[in-house]
């Protein structure tokens, strides 16, 4: 079929429509929600807490742009305040009960960004780097027995966050717990139970289960919930793939292709065999979908090349995906089974996409008009949003 320029700009009003939706959108794909607490124990009387995650959603929950200022007055401005409400922030959402009385002299202490390196300056540049890890420091009564966790970080995001919780004392992890909000974990802090949870753990070379309320369904829901409501992007390209034809047949070679080729980064991502800096990998996603969208514009038969795209592109979120997966951290023991419990979300979420689709243009099909009324105007926002966020993520703007 020969390409019909009328059609494609009669529907400049959804064009315009969709770049400014757009226009306020984050340059990360998704917030995880995710965080790990490390409680440790240090004689005689004293307590650190340590909150590692992602830059982003620090960023989300607190009203901070996690976007790095040239100048170098503003950035230390900046840097100050973000700084500020962080503190106040995890002050607020991670709770400490001593003996039922609540821990209220913790104070922040230290600033890794990226999880390495030395304390971080209000004047660097890193401190906007993926990931960061904020520890809290205060003095503990000689006299006590049981210690009450509550983690209420990321609930802002409107998913079930998690928190992996570690409790560590000379060097050794004597428990570690998966949880989520309103769900506190208790532990004994007394120096008797702490000598004989040590004496466990290094009996069993320093490896203690995991305690957790089904891993695998947990990782499913995280699966399912970073393509609905999270991935807008990859929600994006699973449309333009559905667009591409009115038969089911070219819409399942393309979503096969797709599923296999992301599983296999998935996995060798995950193993260490292959990876790409998020950098690289972020504007890639949003190239695909823009390539997918202008296709369904101007080609309407699956050819090779189309397959072979859709499995190149298929890759390319794979590693995204295994991006995510390891910002959620997977626990010891666990890894194929939580694995495939993320991959089998993440397919959940893709079917979730495409049957909403289907039930709401399936009417539309055979109707003459389906093509440049629906096809072209989706496409063509699908396009434009895409070649923002390429814009936005190459160029970091």
């Given at each position: 079929?020969?390409?019909?320029?009328?059609?494609?700009?009669?529907?400049?009003?959804?064009?315009?429509l969709?770049?400014?939706l757009?226009c306020?959108?984050?340059l990360?794909?998704?917030?995880?929600?995710?965080?790990?607490v490390?409680?440790h124990?240090?004689?005689p009387?004293?307590?650190?807490?340590?909150?590692?995650?992602?830059t982003d959603?620090?960023c989300?929950?607190?009203g901070?742009?996690?976007?790095?200022?040239?100048?170098?007055?503003?950035?230390?401005?900046?840097?100050?305040?973000?700084?500020?409400?962080?503190?106040?922030?995890?002050?607020?959402?991670?709770?400490?009960?001593?003996?039922?009385?609540?821990?209220?002299?913790?104070?922040?202490?230290?600033?890794?960004?990226?999880?390495?390196?030395?304390e971080?300056?209000?004047?660097s540049?890193?401190?906007?780097?993926?990931?960061?890890?904020?520890?809290?420091?205060?003095?503990?009564?000689?006299?006590?027995?049981?210690?009450?966790?509550?983690?209420?970080?990321?609930?802002?995001?409107?998913?079930?966050?998690i928190?992996?919780?570690?409790?560590?004392?000379?060097?050794?992890?004597?428990l570690?717990?998966?949880t989520?909000?309103?769900?506190?974990?208790?532990?004994?802090?007394?120096?008797?139970?702490?000598?004989?949870l040590?004496?466990?753990?290094?009996?069993?070379?320093s490896?203690?289960?995991?305690?957790?309320?089904?891993?695998?369904?947990?990782?499913?829901?995280l699966?399912?919930?970073?393509?609905?409501p999270?991935?807008?992007?990859?929600?994006?390209?699973?449309?333009g793939?559905?667009?591409?034809?009115?038969?089911?047949?070219?819409?399942?070679?393309q979503?096969?292709?797709f599923?296999?080729a992301?599983?296999i980064?998935?996995?060798?991502?995950l193993?260490?065999?292959?990876?790409?800096?998020?950098?690289?990998v972020?504007?890639?996603?949003?190239?695909?979908i823009?390539?997918v969208?202008?296709?369904?514009?101007?080609?309407?038969?699956?050819?090779?090349?189309?397959?072979?795209?859709?499995?190149?592109?298929?890759?390319?979120?794979?590693?995204?995906?295994a991006?995510?997966?390891?910002?959620f951290?997977?626990?010891p023991g666990?890894?194929?089974?939580?694995?495939?419990?993320f991959?089998?979300?993440?397919?959940?979420?893709?079917?979730?996409?495409?049957t909403?689709?289907?039930?709401?243009t399936r009417?539309?099909?055979?109707?003459?008009?389906?093509?440049?009324?629906v096809?072209?105007?989706?496409?063509?926002a699908?396009t434009?949003?895409?070649?923002?966020?390429v814009?936005r993520?190459?160029?970091g703007?």
């Amino acid at each position: 079929m020969k390409p019909d320029f009328h059609s494609f700009l009669k529907p400049v009003h959804f064009i315009l429509l969709a770049w400014l939706l757009a226009c306020p959108m984050r340059l990360a794909a998704h917030p995880n929600g995710t965080s790990k607490v490390s409680i440790h124990l240090i004689d005689p009387d004293s307590i650190t807490v340590t909150v590692a995650g992602k830059t982003d959603d620090f960023c989300s929950t607190v009203g901070v742009a996690a976007i790095m200022e040239t100048d170098p007055q503003k950035r230390r401005e900046k840097t100050l305040l973000y700084q500020i409400k962080v503190a106040d922030y995890l002050q607020a959402r991670v709770r400490l009960k001593l003996d039922g009385r609540l821990v209220e002299n913790l104070k922040v202490i230290r600033w890794k960004p990226n999880g390495k390196g030395p304390e971080d300056g209000l004047d660097s540049a890193d401190l906007w780097i993926s990931s960061q890890q904020i520890t809290l420091g205060g003095a503990l009564p000689s006299r006590r027995e049981n210690m009450d966790v509550s983690v209420q970080l990321f609930a802002e995001f409107g998913i079930e966050p998690i928190s992996e919780i570690s409790v560590i004392w000379k060097d050794s992890v004597l428990l570690r717990k998966w949880t989520g909000p309103d769900r506190p974990f208790r532990f004994p802090v007394a120096r008797d139970s702490l000598v004989v949870l040590l004496d466990q753990a290094r009996h069993a070379g320093s490896t203690v289960p995991v305690k957790t309320e089904n891993v695998v369904l947990r990782f499913i829901g995280l699966g399912f919930t970073h393509i609905l409501p999270l991935g807008l992007d990859h929600i994006l390209f699973v449309l333009g793939l559905f667009f591409f034809s009115t038969r089911m047949k070219p819409l399942l070679w393309q979503v096969t292709a797709f599923t296999v080729a992301h599983s296999i980064t998935l996995g060798l991502s995950l193993v260490g065999v292959v990876s790409l800096p998020s950098r690289v990998v972020e504007p890639l996603i949003a190239l695909s979908i823009a390539v997918v969208g202008i296709e369904n514009i101007f080609f309407r038969e699956l050819k090779a090349s189309r397959w072979l795209i859709v499995f190149c592109f298929g890759l390319v979120h794979g590693l995204g995906f295994a991006g995510a997966l390891r910002e959620f951290g997977l626990p010891p023991g666990k890894f194929w089974s939580t694995l495939a419990g993320f991959n089998f979300g993440v397919e959940l979420g893709q079917l979730a996409v495409i049957t909403a689709a289907f039930t709401l243009t399936r009417w539309m099909w055979n109707r003459p008009w389906y093509f440049k009324r629906v096809v072209i105007p989706a496409s063509a926002a699908i396009t434009m949003v895409a070649l923002y966020w390429v814009v936005r993520r190459s160029f970091g703007i």
